[in-house]
Nanobody, 126 residues
């Protein structure tokens, strides 16, 4: 089974940028769609962006559209989330998920068979 490890989180001032990485091991990441999620303190987990296995189809939530860019490098078994124009409300724990069904590309929650990383903290100060 694929295992996922997120990295690249940290603290940044409003208006700044961060690039998150989600590295897969165990199985080729190319067999899965992938999604980035955020869980802010006291809030439910939110799907921010999804990308198809080939990278040809993407989805963005309205809250991040125009500011975040999802991409993947299947040769490196890694999915990325480039975040620009960060706002304090972007603060939270960011998770990536490997979605075998591709639901995230349609803006839907992944199935129970999805694999999740451990998360990386992003804190945006005003």
């Amino acid at each position: 089974q694929v295992q996922l490890v997120e990295s690249g989180g940290g603290m940044v001032q409003a208006g700044g940028s961060l690039k998150l990485s989600c590295a897969a091991s165990g199985q080729p990441f190319s067999g899965y769609a992938a999604g980035w999620f955020r869980q802010a303190p006291g809030k439910e987990r939110e799907l921010l962006s999804g990308i198809s296995w080939s990278g040809g189809v993407t989805y963005y939530a309205d809250s991040v559209k125009g500011r975040f860019t999802i991409s993947r490098d299947n040769a490196k078994n890694t999915v990325y989330l480039q975040m620009t124009g960060l706002k304090p409300e972007d603060t939270g724990v960011y998770y990536c998920a490997a979605d075998p069904n591709g639901a995230v590309v349609a803006g839907l929650e992944p199935p129970p068979t999805a694999v999740w990383g451990q998360g990386t903290q992003v804190t945006v100060s005003s």
